[in-house]
C-alpha cells in the first residue's frame, strides 16, 4: 500500500493491518557518529537537510566521542568501524582530533566528506592522519557528469572537490566514491564513472561495488510502500543485512543539547528511532515504520558502511 495519513504511523502494524517488519539487533560492528549538520553545500534530496545554516544536529566534541569509545572499550563490544558523517564531517572543529582518538585506538575510520574547502582548510592537520593505514575517505560524486552533479551540488562544486581528490591521492590517502542511482541504469551509471576515473587517472574500479557505492535517491515526494514480516521472504532479503541490524548513530540534538543513539544514519530526527544516551540501551529490535527503510534499505537494498 503506498502512502496515506496511516502508513508508516503505527509501529507494530502497516495501515492495512498486516504486522510490520523489524530488524533484531545482532551485535555492534559499526559505530557512526554525526558531526554536526551544518554544511557547506545545500544538495538537493540530501537526507539529512543539510545545509549553512541547519543546525538541527549540533557539533559533537571530542568528549562526546571519547565517551561512546570509551563504553564500546569497556564493554569489549565488537565494533571495529567508527564512521563519520553530517552535515560536512570537516567544518567540526575537534574533528581531526577525534579521527586520530578513534584511529589510535585501532579503529577503521571511515569520513564520509564532499572533499571542498572545509576538509582542505584542514590539509595541514590533516596530513598528521596519512600514516594511519585505516583511514577511508568516502567521497560524494552525485553524477559522472560535471553538469548533474552541480545540478544538485550547485555551481563550482565539481572541479573544487576534484581540487580534494586530487590531494588526497598525492598524500596517499585511501577513498572511494558515493553517488545517487538518478533514473538511469546502474551499468549506465559505472561506465559513465569508468570514463570519468580513467579521465582523471584515478585508481578506482567503477564496477566494484565497494569503490563506487551507488544509493538509491532519497526523494520524500515518491510514494514507497510499508514494509510487512512477509517482505522478507517475498523479496528475497534478510533482515540481518540491514544497517540497523549492526550498527547505530550518535547525534547531538539541539533541542535539548543532548547526545542520543539513534537506529541508523538516515534517520537521525525521530524520537521513535531514538534510544537515549546509552549505547547499551540501544540494542534493541528496530521496527520500520519510516518511508527511508523501504526506500533505501529494503528496495533500494542499500547500506551505508563499508563491511
Ligand atoms: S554535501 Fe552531503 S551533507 Fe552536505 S548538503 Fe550535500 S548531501 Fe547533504
Ligand atoms: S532506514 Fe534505518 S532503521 Fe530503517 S531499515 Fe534502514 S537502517 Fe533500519
Same mark, same amino acid.
Given at each position: 500500500?503506498?502512502?496515506? #495519513?496511516? @502508513?508508516?504511523?503505527?509501529?507494530?502494524?502497516?495501515?492495512?493491518?498486516?504486522?510490520?517488519?523489524?530488524? %533484531?539487533?545482532?551485535?555492534?560492528?559499526?559505530?557512526?557518529?554525526? /558531526?554536526?549538520?551544518?554544511?557547506? !553545500?545545500?544538495?538537493?534530496?540530501?537526507?539529512?537537510?543539510?545545509?549553512?545554516?541547519?543546525? *538541527?544536529?549540533?557539533?559533537?566534541?571530542?568528549?562526546?566521542?571519547?565517551?561512546?569509545?570509551?563504553?564500546?572499550?569497556?564493554?569489549?563490544?565488537? =565494533?571495529?568501524?567508527?564512521?563519520?558523517?553530517?552535515? #560536512?564531517?570537516?567544518?567540526?572543529?575537534?574533528?581531526?582530533?577525534? !579521527?586520530?582518538?578513534?584511529? #589510535?585506538?585501532?579503529?577503521?575510520?571511515?569520513?564520509? @566528506?564532499?572533499?571542498?574547502?572545509?576538509?582542505?582548510?584542514?590539509?595541514?592537520?590533516?596530513?598528521?592522519?596519512?600514516?594511519?593505514?585505516?583511514?577511508?575517505? $568516502?567521497?560524494?560524486?552525485?553524477?559522472?557528469? *560535471?553538469?548533474?552533479?552541480?545540478?544538485?551540488?550547485?555551481?563550482?562544486?565539481?572541479?573544487?572537490?576534484?581540487?580534494?581528490?586530487?590531494?588526497?591521492?598525492?598524500?596517499?590517502?585511501?577513498?572511494?566514491?558515493?553517488? $545517487?542511482?538518478?533514473?538511469?541504469? #546502474?551499468?549506465?551509471?559505472?561506465?559513465?564513472?569508468?570514463?570519468?576515473? *580513467?579521465?582523471?587517472?584515478?585508481?578506482?574500479?567503477?564496477?566494484?561495488?565497494?569503490?563506487?557505492?551507488?544509493?538509491?535517491?532519497?526523494?520524500?515526494?515518491?510514494?514507497?510502500?510499508?514494509?510487512? /514480516?512477509?517482505?522478507? %521472504?517475498?523479496?528475497?532479503?534478510?533482515?540481518?543485512?540491514?544497517?540497523?541490524?549492526? %550498527? $547505530?548513530?550518535?547525534?547531538?540534538?539541539?533541542?535539548? $543539547?543532548? /547526545?542520543?543513539?539513534?537506529?541508523?544514519?538516515?534517520?537521525?530526527?525521530?524520537?521513535?528511532?531514538?534510544?537515549?544516551?546509552?549505547?547499551?540501551?540501544?540494542?534493541?529490535?528496530?521496527?520500520?515504520?519510516?518511508?527511508? =527503510?523501504?526506500?533505501? =534499505?529494503?528496495?533500494?537494498?542499500?547500506? =551505508?558502511?563499508?563491511?
Amino acid at each position: 500500500m503506498l502512502n496515506n #495519513e496511516n @502508513t508508516f504511523s503505527n509501529k507494530y502494524t502497516t495501515a492495512d493491518g498486516s504486522n510490520r517488519a523489524y530488524v %533484531s539487533f545482532t551485535f555492534l560492528k559499526t559505530l557512526w557518529f554525526n /558531526t554536526g549538520t551544518l554544511c557547506n !553545500l545545500a544538495c538537493k534530496g540530501c537526507y539529512v537537510e543539510s545545509n549553512p545554516i541547519n543546525d *538541527k544536529l549540533l557539533y559533537l566534541n571530542f568528549k562526546d566521542v571519547e565517551h561512546y569509545i570509551n563504553e564500546i572499550q569497556i564493554n569489549n563490544w565488537p =565494533c571495529k568501524t567508527i564512521g563519520f558523517t553530517g552535515g #560536512e564531517p570537516f567544518m567540526n572543529k575537534d574533528i581531526i582530533e577525534i !579521527l586520530e582518538l578513534c584511529l #589510535e585506538k585501532q579503529f577503521k575510520v571511515l569520513v564520509l @566528506t564532499n572533499a571542498m574547502q572545509p576538509m582542505q582548510n584542514k590539509i595541514n592537520n590533516l596530513k598528521r592522519l596519512s600514516k594511519f593505514k585505516k583511514l577511508n575517505f $568516502r567521497i560524494s560524486l552525485d553524477h559522472y557528469s *560535471k553538469y548533474e552533479h552541480e545540478k544538485i551540488r550547485g555551481e563550482k562544486t565539481w572541479d573544487r572537490t576534484f581540487i580534494g581528490i586530487k590531494w588526497l591521492i598525492n598524500n596517499n590517502f585511501k577513498f572511494n566514491i558515493a553517488s $545517487r542511482m538518478l533514473n538511469e541504469d #546502474e551499468q549506465v551509471i559505472r561506465d559513465g564513472f569508468a570514463k570519468l576515473f *580513467k579521465q582523471h587517472n584515478l585508481t578506482i574500479n567503477a564496477y566494484d561495488p565497494q569503490d563506487l557505492v551507488l544509493f538509491p535517491e532519497m526523494n520524500s515526494k515518491f510514494k514507497t510502500p510499508e514494509i510487512t /514480516t512477509e517482505c522478507w %521472504s517475498i523479496l528475497g532479503i534478510e533482515a540481518k543485512n540491514m544497517m540497523c541490524s549492526d %550498527s $547505530r548513530m550518535i547525534v547531538k540534538r539541539k533541542e535539548d $543539547r543532548q /547526545t542520543h543513539v539513534v537506529a541508523c544514519t538516515l534517520i537521525p530526527y525521530e524520537n521513535n528511532f531514538s534510544y537515549g544516551s546509552k549505547l547499551k540501551d540501544s540494542f534493541k529490535k528496530v521496527y520500520l515504520n519510516h518511508p527511508h =527503510c523501504s526506500k533505501f =534499505c529494503v528496495l533500494g537494498r542499500s547500506r =551505508c558502511s563499508n563491511n
